[in-house]
């Protein structure tokens, strides 16, 4: 089981940048590959960013490549999303997610999810 738990949500303008970040607990943190997922009202959850156990391979959705940075730190057991160049598109519940196997940008292949953080950009 582990747990997780998102901060650094909040209200920035268009162009602006966050941090968001994910505090891990319980089982090893560092056997699980990690991503971030986000869902805007009335929207289907969406992939953002996937990164490997190690952290040595990331991956993006399309909409942020470029704009958005995952990378985690597994002695502090957290991941992180740092995001630039914000966007009103981006506006949306951010979560973060323990990687079980399968497709890493498909929601079913993460088994573990924090309670979101909000993200909104202003324009």
């Known amino acids: 089981q582990v747990q997780l738990v998102e901060s650094g949500g909040g209200l920035v303008q268009a162009g602006g940048s966050l941090r968001l970040s994910c505090a891990a607990s319980g089982r090893v943190f560092s056997d699980y590959a990690m991503g971030w997922f986000r869902q805007a009202p009335g929207k289907e959850r969406e992939f953002v960013a996937h990164?490997?156990?190690?952290?040595?391979?990331?991956y993006y959705a399309d909409s942020v490549k470029g704009r958005f940075t995952i990378s985690r730190d597994n002695p502090k057991n957290t991941v992180y999303l740092q995001m630039n160049s914000l966007k009103p598109e981006d506006t949306a519940l951010y979560y973060c997610a323990g990687f079980s196997g399968g497709v890493y940008y498909y929601v079913s292949s993460y088994v573990y999810w924090g309670q979101g953080t909000q993200v909104t950009v202003s324009s």
């Open positions: 990164i490997a156990r190690s952290g040595g391979n990331t």
